[in-house]
């Protein structure tokens, strides 16, 4: 079944190229949404996909990629879903 998650990653995840790599992490694990900086440090996602592809794209948003140093993930589940098409990156 499909589902819809927003999440809020904090900590070291700008200047890294955490955008970058958590889309091709979404991709490899068929995940369809978007990215993008927040003003205050943090790095918003909107992910949705199957449970058992979201639970490994989240997975892999607990390390991100090697510059990175997440402190912190705050998980929001929704009830809508989006049918997202990709996963794109938003400036």
Known sequence: MKKLIKLVIRGKVHGVGFRFSCMEAAY??????????????????EAEGKEDNLDLFKQWCQKGPLWANVN????????????????????
């Open 28 to 45: 490899r694990f068929g995940v369809k949404g978007f990215v993008r900086n927040k003003s205050d440090g943090s790095v918003y996602i």
């Open 72 to 91: 912190e993930i705050e998980e929001d589940i929704s009830n809508g879903i989006k049918d997202y098409k990709s996963f794109d990156i938003i400036k």
